[in-house]
T-cell receptor, first 112, second 115 residues
Framework: ELKVEQNPLFLSMQEGKNYTIYCNYS?????LYWYRQDPGKSLESLFV?????AVKQEGRLMASLDTKARLSTLHITAAVHDLSATYFC????????????FGKGTLLTVNP | GAGVSQTPSNKVTEKGKYVELRCDPI?????LYWYRQSLGQGPEFLIY????????DSGLPNDRFFAVRPEGSVSTLKIQRTERGDSAVYLC?????????????FGSGTRLTVV
């Protein structure tokens, strides 16, 4: 059974600082997704990582995938308050990787 | 449509009642998924449709839960004899194909509360 572990689960940081969220998973997969969720809202797709070594960047967020280590990271650079949200990683599995298994999420709070 | 539409956005029902939750996926997306998100948790897979057929319903918790997609577009998740433990946000997602290579688009969800 695929298990996805995110850490930390809670992250409080100051504006302007850098930090990394880690996503470990237990079985082989080359499909890794990052989502953002604001309170009471649905999931907003941030990154789709489809191969080993994939790196994608959007604004202050950068995601990478190491399929050999079964690890993805979401790096936050110079955080701003607007980044406060819950971030989920999800790993694809199943015959065509259609099934997503989510981590528990990381609640990020960026303080002024 | 422009996005995945779910109705109703909120549903309060009494224990033991029957409910139907509707999902209207993005036009042209052949794959449709239902997930359930409990408070403070990540979404959990329920069922995957490719076209009209349920390709994987292994996430449905028991036989009180059933989903259909008769014309390969709109899907309905049906819950019989609801229990308080069914309270959660039910999310629908769609994708261009079953492999998620282009990502998944999620709807805003239906918040189900069983009292």
């Amino acid at each position: 059974e695929l298990k996805v572990e995110q850490n930390p689960l809670f992250l409080s940081m100051q504006e302007g600082k850098n930090y990394t969220i880690y996503c470990n998973y237990s079985t082989t997969s080359d499909r890794l997704y990052w989502y953002r969720q604001d309170p009471g809202k649905s999931l907003e797709s941030l990154f789709v990582l489809l191969s080993n070594g994939a790196v994608k960047q959007e604004g202050r967020l950068m995601a990478s995938l190491d399929t050999k280590a079964r690890l993805s990271t979401l790096h936050i650079t110079a955080a701003v308050h607007d980044l406060s949200a819950t971030y989920f990683c999800a790993v694809g599995s199943g015959g065509s990787n259609y099934k997503l298994t989510f981590g528990k999420g990381t609640l990020l709070t960026v303080n002024p | 449509g422009a996005g995945v539409s779910q109705t109703p956005s909120n549903k309060v029902t009494e224990k033991g009642k029957y409910v139907e939750l509707r999902c209207d996926p993005i036009s042209g997306h052949t794959a449709l998924y239902w997930y359930r998100q409990s408070l403070g948790q990540g979404p959990e897979f329920l069922i995957y449709f490719q076209g009209t057929g349920a390709a994987d319903d292994s996430g449905l918790p028991n036989d009180r839960f059933f989903a259909v997609r008769p014309e390969g577009s709109v899907s309905t998740l049906k819950i019989q004899r609801t229990e308080r433990g069914d309270s959660a946000v039910y999310l629908c997602a769609s994708s261009f194909s079953g492999g998620g290579g282009y990502g998944y688009t999620f709807g805003s969800g239906t918040r189900l509360t069983v009292v």
